[in-house]
C-alpha cells in the first residue's frame, strides 16, 4: 500500500473543497451581479459580467485539477516524478497567493480588504503544505 503524504494530502483536500465552494457559492455570488436587462447599456455590461464568470470557473477548473493531480500524487504511482509535479503545484499556488496580494495592494482600499479578501492566505497555506511534503519525503 502506498504511504501517504499527510501534509499533501491536506493540501489536496483544501484544493478539493475549493473547489466546490468555488464552483458553487462562488457561481451564486457572481451571479448577484449579473446586469439588469433594463439598464441602456445591457450588452456590453452582460459582455464584461459573462467574460467575469468565465474567468471566475477558469480558475475553478484550476482549482479541480490541481486536487486531481494532488490525489494522483498520493494515491496512486500515475506520475513519474511526484516531487516535480508537487513542486510546480507549490509554486502554482504561491504564485496565485502573490497575485492575489497585489492586487489588494493596487486596489482602493476599504476596511479590512486583506481580511475580507483573505483566499491568499488559503493558496499560501496550499502551498506551505506541499512544500512542506516535499520536504518531509523523500519523493
Known sequence: MRKINTPVLVANILTGLAFIIHTIAG???????????????????????????????????????ATIALALVNFSNFFDNNKTIL????????????VWLIVISISDSFPNNYINLGQWLLLLSISGFIYYGIKKQKL
Open 87 to 98: 513542486q510546480l503545484l507549490c509554486t502554482y499556488f504561491f504564485g496565485y497567493a502573490v
Open 27 to 65: 457561481d451564486m455570488e457572481i451571479s448577484s451581479i449579473q446586469p439588469e436587462v433594463t439598464i441602456a447599456n445591457f450588452v456590453e455590461k452582460q459582455q464584461i459580467w459573462t467574460m467575469a464568470r468565465c474567468g471566475w470557473h477558469w480558475i475553478s477548473f484550476d482549482l479541480l485539477f
